[in-house]
C-alpha cells in the first residue's frame, strides 16, 4: 500500500459510532516490547537499529497479525508523508522525527499498526470508533501474543515488560480515549473535571498525546503509570472515569441550551457560516470552528451533515493532508487557503447530494 492510496481515506475510528460517540471521538491502547538481549534503541549502535528493524518486520508478517498488513519503512519517507502519519494516528510525532532504519506495518481500516524502532524496539497499537477499551484490548492481547510466539520479549518476573521509559515498565500498556468536551470548555468546568481525573492517577493530553497542546477541544485521557496494576485494573480505572465525564458534558450542553440557547445557536451557525464561505482559514481556527459545529449537529441544530464527515475533517484539514491532497510542501498562508477550499467544495459536495 502506497502513502497516497491513504489520501482518499480514513480509518475506522473516525466514522463516528460506537457506544458514546457524541463524545468520545476514539478509544486507543498501545503496548510497548522490546527484544531479548538487545540494548533500548537510545543505547543501541546503528548495525543493531538495522537487525532490529529486519527482525521484528520479518516477525509481524510471520506472525500474521492483520490480514493485508502493510509495512514501511520511514526512512525512505519525504518529511511530508511522515507527518500525513502522525496526523492519521499510525506513528507519534517521535518515531517521526527518529533516525536510521525504522517502520510501520498496518492494515487498510488503521485500526492497527505496529511502530519499530520508535522509543521502544516495538509498538503495538488498536484504535477503534467510540468507547470500546475492551473490545480494543482484546483485539491488541491476541496480536500480542502472536508477536511474542515468534519473538523472545524483555521481560522480568519481578517488574514484568522492561522498557525505554521507566513509566512504560509493568504492563507496558497506555490505555486511552479521545474526548470531545466544548461545553464543559464553554462553562468553564473543564479544569474541576481534569483535575479529579488527574487524583486518579490519569493524565490529559492534547490530540496527539504527550507535548501536544489541546485544540478543538479534544482531549485524550490515559493511564500515567503501567507498573503495579494489571491491564484489566487500568481498563476498569479509565472506566469508571469516562462515562462520568460524558455525563458532565451533557449536562453542560443542557445547561447552554436552557440558557442561552439562541447564543448558542448563534454560536454554532457562524461557524458553520465561516466553513463555508472563509478564503482563509488557520490550523487552530478550523479546529475551532468544527468543534462548534460537531457540538450543534450533536445537538440537534444543524442536522444535514454527518457525525463522520465533521471527524474527518478534524484530520484531513491538517498539514500533512493538505500537502499531500496537493503534492507538494507548502507555505502557512498556502495551506490556509487550500485548506478553505477544500472545505467548501467538502460542504459544497454535501449540500448538492441533500437537494
Not at 69 to 89: K, M, P
Not at 238 to 258: D, M, Q
Not at 263 to 284: F, H, N
Request: hydrophobic share 40%.
Amino acid at each position: 500500500m502506497k502513502i497516497s492510496d491513504l489520501a482518499d481515506n480514513t480509518g475506522e475510528w473516525l466514522r463516528g459510532t460506537g457506544p458514546e460517540s457524541d463524545i468520545v471521538i476514539s478509544s486507543r491502547i498501545r503496548l510497548a516490547r522490546n527484544v531479548a538481549k538487545y540494548p533500548f534503541l537510545s543505547r543501541a549502535n546503528v548495525k543493531q537499529k538495522k537487525e532490529l528493524e529486519e527482525l521484528i518486520r520479518t516477525k509481524i508478517i510471520d506472525a500474521d497479525v492483520a490480514p493485508a498488513l502493510s509495512y514501511i519503512n520511514l526512512s525512505e519517507l519525504s518529511s511530508v508523508d511522515r507527518l500525513f502519519l502522525v496526523e492519521r494516528h499510525l506513528i507519534s510525532r517521535e518515531h517521526a522525527e527518529g533516525e536510521k532504519e525504522r517502520g510501520v506495518a498496518f492494515e487498510k481500516s488503521e485500526n492497527i499498526s505496529v511502530m519499530v524502532n520508535e522509543e521502544d524496539h516495538i509498538r503495538i497499537q488498536v484504535i477503534r470508533s467510540g468507547l470500546e477499551l475492551r473490545e480494543t484490548w482484546k483485539t491488541i492481547d491476541i496480536i500480542d501474543n502472536k508477536l511474542e510466539r515468534k519473538i523472545n520479549y524483555a521481560y522480568s518476573s519481578q517488574f514484568g515488560y522492561l522498557t525505554a521509559c521507566p513509566t512504560n515498565v509493568g504492563t507496558g500498556m497506555r490505555a486511552s480515549v479521545m474526548l470531545h468536551l466544548p461545553a464543559l470548555g464553554m462553562t468553564h468546568h473543564i479544569e474541576k473535571v481534569f483535575n479529579a481525573v488527574m487524583k486518579l492517577g490519569l493524565v490529559v493530553r492534547g490530540l496527539y498525546g504527550e507535548g501536544t497542546q489541546v485544540s478543538g477541544d479534544l482531549y485524550q485521557i490515559s493511564n500515567q503509570f503501567t507498573l503495579g496494576k494489571s491491564e484489566a485494573e487500568i481498563i476498569e480505572i479509565i472506566e469508571g472515569v469516562i462515562p462520568r465525564i460524558t455525563s458532565y458534558e451533557r449536562i453542560a450542553r443542557k445547561s447552554l441550551i436552557a440558557e442561552s440557547r439562541e447564543q448558542l445557536e448563534d454560536r454554532v451557525w457562524r461557524s458553520y457560516g465561516m466553513l463555508k464561505v472563509a478564503r482563509m482559514i488557520t490550523s487552530e481556527e478550523i479546529m475551532h470552528l468544527l468543534s462548534q459545529v460537531r457540538m450543534g449537529v450533536n445537538l440537534g441544530i444543524i442536522n444535514d451533515i454527518e457525525m463522520k464527515t465533521l471527524n474527518e475533517l478534524f484530520v484531513l484539514t491538517l498539514p500533512g493532508h493538505l500537502q499531500k491532497l496537493e503534492g507538494r510542501e507548502l507555505t502557512s498562508s498556502q495551506r490556509n487557503i487550500i485548506r478553505a477550499l477544500y472545505v467548501r467544495k467538502r460542504l459544497e459536495k454535501i449540500e448538492t447530494l441533500k437537494g
